[in-house]
């Protein structure tokens, strides 16, 4: 029985071949916005996310603006925040704008960072090429630079930068290494970023006191006592004005950044599911039409003994394969798009399984529900009352 209800809705399919194409648009369509939508959003998502837990899970962000009789941290306060118990390291930032010059070319606004060696050591990806800054540039001021990617590519086109002598801001600094390019993702771009000793930086960049700091946790679970120790000595570095200083726990800002995505994700994929139940909506209206003009089929099967479950059935059957027609052709188009949008963003994506299997799922489940009711309607005609009009 279930062999010929398909073997007559396929007839039937192709019988009305435009209106099958039109009622399956909406599917189409829906399944197609949902696989290209959380693919995309999963891709950015992931991209972001990356970028995000760059920054440390494991660190502890330091915003000093100061007081008028004290501008930021002394080398001293670094050092007495890097010697509390559950602290790896402290890595100090300076910063500044200058232009660079290589030759006879000339870079203007190239943002300068003084680090030190626990910046690398945090991040050992962060290198394309050459050597981090290390403990023996930091005390001996050493007047070397490591260079970002659009800097490398403006003033070293076709050279090898390393070992090559740059002037900022009136110093000569050799060039150490190379910095890996940041994606377009990226919450703090280093693409056009030299960054040199810190020490030297004090120096070079006329700068007397340190402005940011990164903590690094030995334990993540004792971050807010360590955070409590850090307030307590900034707290006697500005006299407790505590309008001195900023910290942040980067820990807690990344969790909150991953719900915060999760739930977007949720609510892109329900928007898209609205155009699923419209083509819904669309093949009930199809059925429902249908049922109206195979009155007399419906009359004729029932008065040959046909029960209302195979009408019915058959009536469903019909609805399921629209949508998964319409499900399939969504899903191969919304693989394709999404792989098209993402080479036009610039991230990179996959369609996973189970995005594929919910949408899929979900195309099914709207045959099943929307083509429930013309089915039952059909299988409760009269058989007398469809006969007459003959």
């Known amino acids: 029985m279930i062999y010929e209800s398909i073997r007559m809705s396929l007839m039937n399919i192709r019988k009305n071949k435009l209106r099958s194409v039109l009622t399956m648009l909406g599917i189409v369509i829906g399944v197609a916005s949902i696989i290209a939508l959380i693919t995309i959003v999963q891709g950015a998502t992931n991209n972001i996310s990356n970028e995000v837990i760059k920054l440390g899970g ?10 008028p009789l004290k501008q930021g941290l002394t080398q001293h306060d670094a050092e007495q925040i890097a010697a509390l118990g559950n602290i790896s390291g402290v890595s100090p930032t300076i910063s500044g704008k200058t232009a660079v010059i290589y030759k006879n070319k000339v870079l203007e606004d190239i943002v300068i960072e003084g680090k030190n060696e626990v910046y690398f050591k945090a991040d050992p990806e962060l290198l394309s090429s050459g050597r981090a800054i290390n403990i023996l540039d930091l005390e001996s001021r050493n007047q070397v630079a490591i260079i ?12 090898n930068p390393i070992g090559e002598k740059i002037i900022v801001n009136g110093m000569t600094y050799t ?12 919450l703090g771009s280093t693409n056009d970023t030299v960054i040199i000793p810190y020490t030297t930086a004090l120096r070079s960049l006329v700068v007397k006191n ?10 993540t679970n004792l971050a807010d006592q360590t955070i409590l120790e850090i307030k307590g000595i900034l707290n006697q570095a500005f006299n407790y004005n505590e309008d001195a200083y900023n910290i942040y726990n980067m820990g807690d800002i990344i969790a909150s950044f991953q719900s915060i995505m999760s739930m977007m994700s949720m ?5 898209a599911a609205i155009s699923l139940v419209v083509g819904g909506i669309g093949i009930m209206n199809m059925m429902l039409v249908s049922i109206t003009e195979r009155t007399i089929e419906i009359g004729l099967r029932k008065a040959l003994g046909a029960t209302p479950f195979a009408i019915r059935l058959q009536f469903i059957i019909e609805s399921i394969i ?31 399984l189970s995005t594929n299997l919910l949408a899929v799922g979900f195309s099914a489940s709207v045959g099943i529900i929307f083509g429930y009711m013309p089915a039952r309607k059909a299988s409760r005609l009269n058989p007398i009352d469809a006969l007459r009009s003959l």
């Open 267 to 271: 609510l892109l994929a329900g928007i």
């Open 148 to 159: 970002g990617s659009d800097i490398v590519r403006e003033l070293f086109f076709g050279i």
């Open 322 to 352: 629209l949508s998964l027609i319409g499900g399939i052709i969504g899903l191969i188009m919304g693989a394709l798009l999404s792989y098209l949008l993402a080479v036009i963003i610039g991230i990179g994506v996959s369609v996973s």
């Open 210 to 219: 340190i402005s940011t700091l990164d903590a690094y946790l030995k334990d």
């Open 58 to 67: 494991n660190k502890i962000y330091v915003n000093v603006f100061g007081t």
């Open 175 to 186: 060039v150490i290494g190379t910095l890996k390019a940041s994606t377009g993702f990226s």
